[in-house]
């Protein structure tokens, strides 16, 4: 489950934890088998192209709604040249 | 003899720091900053080989910045330090994060409620830096023309004898998601479903100098009302399947008196088959449906017969297919290709008869022949194939190869085997094109 953030104000928001943001970010790759660490860029799981990179996003998107929050894909940081750090630190900031 | 060993010896000395740069310790920013209880808390997420030192909080050193007032600012010493480091055999869930926390009174009198947060590392070998980062503006730059959601492209043409042309070529659209539109939501369920509105206009792409009079005439209209979404398969075979509805949409032309209302639907699967060959194939299956709405007598200056032009009932099947090479080392992630090639295929099946306009040699009543693009109504496949090759020999420069066969809708005009070569050249001011704060 995602975890509850608490600020001075006393508010309370969901969040994902990084853990669960890179379980999600592997997940949702064509070859997750290959996922060898953070600094992996997601070209050697098979992000490619357009396509791969739109049904990422997409996969993401749909993992990150049901764990009850949701997140716009246009704040998704994929693509070939993209490491699965960055993508999952994009998807933890941007999860709400 | 010398200088071709001096230029090997740059080479592989330039290949070798980029490799290593990209191999050294970094950190890359603040993911997540929280009070729990009585601490601050921080996750760090960093680059490369971490070493043991992270685990030191005496390296650390945390900054808050409040968000109002004087802005005041504190740094502070963290009292905790913790990896979670990556590791293919022990913590294979590793993240290689570092949480750095530090008591929260010690942060007095700072108003930490909406404060912004810094952090350095320290260890005697690394002095490292890291922030949470800005949040993204409303618009980013666009690669090209196919992946602006917004574009404008405006020229201007003028010269003695003739009045001021204006070329103007606009796209623009805006898609929602269809989980936040009332009747939608419960007839579209994806969670990755859109729905928007797109227009394409095009004005005198073809009008040339002189003219008396200046014209701001529409050649080319396209508007449709489109709903879309990808429905993910996660790691198997296929991998996704993009798919598309397209209730209502409008083809219309000036340059030829031909214009189509055209709904429709299609599905693509993404299919990346092996792990390490950079290669994908997605084959499409769809159908394209509408009504003509005129039925001129003459087309590029021929008579043509259009009365039995009415319904469009059309199948659409084909594929297209991407092969990658990247560079070694990325290190722009927006130019990751070196060389690339692409090819689709898409075959239009008719079930009604459509015009197929094909270049003939016709000879005319006083016996004369020309070519002509002729017009007939028929009901055969229409078939069209592309190939890009593109090779980005630097990040400015690259050559692209293109081949074309077949025909497009609504004229279906027979492109004949055309080959094109292209140098590309492509850069953008860094200091105009950073406005800061945009």
Redesign the interface.
């Known amino acids: 489950m995602p975890s509850d ?5 006393g508010a309370t928001a969901k ?1 994902l934890t ?2 669960e943001a ?2 999600i970010v592997v ?8 996922f ?4 992996q ?1 997601l ?1 050697e799981l ?1 992000i ?2 357009d ?2 990179v ?6 993401i ?2 993992a990150v ?1 049901a764990k009850g929050l949701d997140i716009d ?1 246009n ?1 998704i ?1 994929s ?5 699965v ?2 993508c ?2 994009s998807v ?2 941007n999860a709400k | 003899m010398q200088s071709r060993f001096l230029t090997c010896l740059f080479f592989l000395l330039a290949t070798a720091t980029a490799f290593c740069q990209s191999k050294e310790f970094s950190l ?2 603040i ?2 900053a ?3 209880g009585d601490k601050v808390v921080l ?1 760090v ?1 960093t ?2 080989p971490v070493p043991s030192t992270v685990n030191d909080p005496k390296n650390w050193k945390i900054q808050a910045t409040e968000s109002g007032g004087d802005k005041r600012s504190l740094t502070i010493h963290s009292d905790e330090a913790s990896c ?1 480091c ?1 590791d ?1 055999t022990t913590n294979p ?5 570092v949480t750095v926390k530090a008591p929260k009174d010690k942060f007095q009198p700072l ?3 909406g404060a912004s947060w810094n952090v350095e590392f320290s260890d005697g070998k690394y002095l490292l830096t890291a922030s949470q ?1 800005e949040s ?1 503006a409303g618009l980013k730059a666009a690669k090209g023309r196919d992946d602006a959601d917004l574009y404008g492209a405006f020229s201007f043409l003028t010269g003695v004898g003739t009045s001021p042309i204006y070329t103007i070529d606009v796209k623009g659209g805006y898609s929602w998601e269809t989980g936040k539109i009332p009747v939608l939501k419960s007839i579209i369920t994806s ?2 479903g859109r729905t928007g509105f797109f227009v394409d206009v095009q004005t005198n792409t073809d009008t040339k100098a002189p003219v008396d009079r200046t014209e701001v005439d529409p050649d080319s209209i396209r508007a449709f009302w489109k709903i879309f ?4 398969f ?2 198997h ?1 296929p ?2 399947l ?1 798919w598309e509805i397209q209730p209502a949409g409008g083809e219309f032309s000036r340059s030829n008196p031909s214009s189509n209302f055209i709904g429709g639907g299609k599905g ?1 699967l ?1 299919i ?1 088959p092996f ?1 390490n060959i ?3 194939f ?1 084959p499409l299956l769809g159908t394209e449906l509408g009504t003509n709405l005129n039925k001129p007598s003459t087309l590029f200056d021929q008579p043509v017969n259009l009365s039995n032009y009415d319904a469009i009932v059309r199948l659409l099947a084909g594929a297209d297919s ?1 092969f ?1 090479i ?1 560079r070694k080392p ?1 290190s ?6 070196r060389f ?1 090639f692409s090819a689709s295929y898409i075959a239009r099946v008719p079930f009604a008869p459509e015009p197929f306009t094909r270049s003939e040699i016709v000879t005319d009543s006083t016996g004369k022949s020309s070519r002509q693009k002729v017009v007939q109504m028929r009901g055969n496949t229409r078939h069209y194939v592309t190939t890009t090759f593109n090779w980005n020999a630097t990040k400015l420069l690259g050559l692209q190869l293109g081949y074309k066969y077949g025909s497009l809708p609504p004229l279906f005009e027979l492109v004949d085997h055309q080959v094109t070569i292209g140098f590309v050249f492509k850069a953008k001011f860094t200091k105009w094109h950073s406005v800061p704060g945009a």
Not at chain 1, 36 to 39: N, S, T, W
Not at chain 2, 93 to 97: A, L, M, R, S
Not at chain 2, 229 to 232: A, K, S, Y
């Open positions: 953030q608490n600020t001075e104000g969040r990084v853990r890179q379980l997940a949702a790759t064509p070859h997750s088998e290959k060898d660490g953070p600094d860029l070209k098979g490619l192209g396509a791969e739109t049904a990422h996003k997409a996969g998107k749909i709604k894909e704040d940081q693509g070939p040249g993209v490491d750090a960055d999952r630190d933890v900031i | 890359r920013r993911v997540t929280s009070i729990e996750e997420s680059k490369g979670d990556y293919r869930g590793g993240t290689n994060v108003t930490l409620d980062p993204s969670p990755t979404g990808v429905t993910g996660g790691a075979k991998y996704s993009a693509q993404v990346v792990s950079p290669f994908d997605n991407n990658y990247f990325i722009d992630p927006d130019d990751p290709y690339s």
